[in-house]
Structure formats: structure tokens, C-alpha cells
């Protein structure tokens, strides 16, 4: 189900929710009924997916679920020429004023911390050296030319939140769900 990002990869990119294996023509030779069943089951599938894993992903990181929605799109089957649907992230960053983080000093001085979200149920730290004594978004320094600068920190990324939810049991939980919706779609298409 899962791409190759690379030669030494193992990461899934996006995941792949397909209703048929074979090739292109053999999926193209099925009756159109069967065609639009299986795209029509692959879609909802995916759909369903995608809200589960925008609940799955918010929840754990604790992120609000617009902004992940935001960064899962789908790409739909269609029964005139692809058999798959394909749900793919964004790796736009997270502004952090939307996840619920926490700074933590990391020095004796006060002068600088980090920031820490969750994870699987513990916690991570993703972003270092910001102004602890800042309100509201966390500020962070670095340097142009001669002059140091402050901004705010850029946010992060859902990457590893993804990676921890795309699993086995997500892959089988679609594999079931498809069946499920293509036999009931199958029948009413025939049924026409």
C-alpha cells in the first residue's frame, strides 16, 4: 500500500486504498457497473479514512483538527480509468499558536527553552532556543548577517504524527471497510 520514498526508505508517504490489484486493462475490461462500484467504494473508503486519521492525529498531538484537515487531501479513483484512491499529507508546517505545546527551560539561566508536544501518549521535543518569557507564539533568535533577529517559530510538521498512525491496523481496517462498501455498491448497481 505504501510507496518508496527513496532507495533507503521504508516510510510510507501516502496511503493507497484500492479495491482491484490487477492492471489498468484489466480494471478498464470489467463491466461499467463493477467500474463504478469499486471506484464508488474505494472513494467512500478513503474519505472515511481521511476523517479517522484527522481525529487520530489531532487527538494524539494534540493539534486542532482544521489544520490537519487541511494538510490530508485525496486524490479519488475513477471508474473511467484509476482503481485506487490515494490520501496524501501536506508537509506545510503547523503554526504553533494551533498545537497545544509546552516550553520547558533548558538551562540554568531561564534564558532559553524548548518546545515539547505530544506524541503516542508521551512527550517530544520539537523546536529549541525560544524566549520562554514570550507570550502567546513562542519567539526564537537567530542571526543575519551581523544583527541578531527575533521571529516567531515556525511550527511543525505533522510528518511523524502521520508515521505513527499509518500502520498495519489502519491497512487493515481499510481492507475490511472496502469489502464491505463495494458488495453493497456492487448490488445496487447491478440491481438497476
Same mark, same amino acid.
Given at each position: 500500500?505504501?510507496?518508496?520514498?527513496?532507495?533507503?526508505?521504508? &516510510?510510507?508517504?501516502?496511503?493507497?486504498?484500492?479495491?482491484?490489484?490487477?492492471?489498468?486493462?484489466?480494471?478498464?475490461?470489467?463491466?461499467?457497473?463493477?467500474? #463504478?462500484?469499486?471506484?464508488?467504494?474505494?472513494?467512500?473508503?478513503? /474519505?472515511? =479514512?481521511? +476523517?479517522?486519521?484527522? /481525529?487520530?492525529?489531532? $487527538?494524539?498531538? @494534540?493539534?486542532?483538527?482544521?489544520?490537519?484537515?487541511? #494538510?490530508?487531501?485525496?486524490?479519488?479513483?475513477?471508474?473511467?480509468?484509476?482503481?485506487?484512491?490515494?490520501?496524501?499529507?501536506?508537509?506545510?508546517?503547523?503554526?504553533?499558536? !494551533?498545537? $497545544?505545546?509546552? =516550553?520547558?527551560?533548558?538551562?540554568?539561566?531561564? +534564558?532559553?527553552?524548548?518546545?515539547? %508536544? *505530544?506524541?503516542?501518549? =508521551? *512527550?517530544?521535543?520539537?523546536? /529549541?532556543?525560544?524566549?520562554?518569557?514570550?507570550?502567546?507564539?513562542? &519567539?526564537?533568535?537567530?542571526?543575519? @548577517?551581523?544583527?541578531?533577529?527575533?521571529?516567531?517559530?515556525? /511550527?511543525?510538521? &505533522?510528518?511523524? !504524527?502521520?508515521? !505513527? $498512525?499509518?500502520?498495519? $491496523?489502519?491497512?487493515?481496517? %481499510?481492507? +475490511?471497510?472496502?469489502?464491505?462498501?463495494? &458488495?453493497?455498491?456492487?448490488?445496487?448497481?447491478?440491481?438497476?
Amino acid at each position: 500500500m505504501a510507496r518508496k520514498r527513496g532507495a533507503n526508505s521504508k &516510510l510510507p508517504k501516502g496511503v493507497v486504498v484500492s479495491g482491484l490489484s490487477e492492471s489498468k486493462k484489466a480494471f478498464q475490461a470489467l463491466p461499467a457497473a463493477t467500474r #463504478r462500484a469499486i471506484a464508488g467504494a474505494v472513494n467512500e473508503q478513503a /474519505g472515511e =479514512t481521511r +476523517t479517522a486519521l484527522v /481525529g487520530r492525529i489531532s $487527538q494524539d498531538g @494534540g493539534v486542532k483538527k482544521g489544520e490537519v484537515a487541511k #494538510r490530508i487531501y485525496i486524490s479519488k479513483a475513477k471508474a473511467s480509468e484509476k482503481p485506487f484512491a490515494e490520501l496524501k499529507l501536506s508537509r506545510r508546517p503547523v503554526r504553533f499558536k !494551533h498545537w $497545544q505545546y509546552e =516550553t520547558r527551560q533548558t538551562d540554568g539561566t531561564g +534564558t532559553r527553552s524548548s518546545i515539547w %508536544i *505530544r506524541k503516542g501518549g =508521551t *512527550r517530544m521535543r520539537v523546536w /529549541g532556543f525560544v524566549n520562554p518569557k514570550g507570550r502567546g507564539v513562542p &519567539l526564537t533568535r537567530y542571526r543575519k @548577517g551581523n544583527k541578531d533577529r527575533v521571529r516567531r517559530a515556525a /511550527g511543525w510538521g &505533522l510528518k511523524n !504524527h502521520w508515521n !505513527h $498512525q499509518v500502520n498495519d $491496523q489502519l491497512r487493515s481496517e %481499510i481492507a +475490511t471497510g472496502v469489502d464491505g462498501k463495494f &458488495l453493497n455498491r456492487f448490488n445496487k448497481e447491478w440491481a438497476k
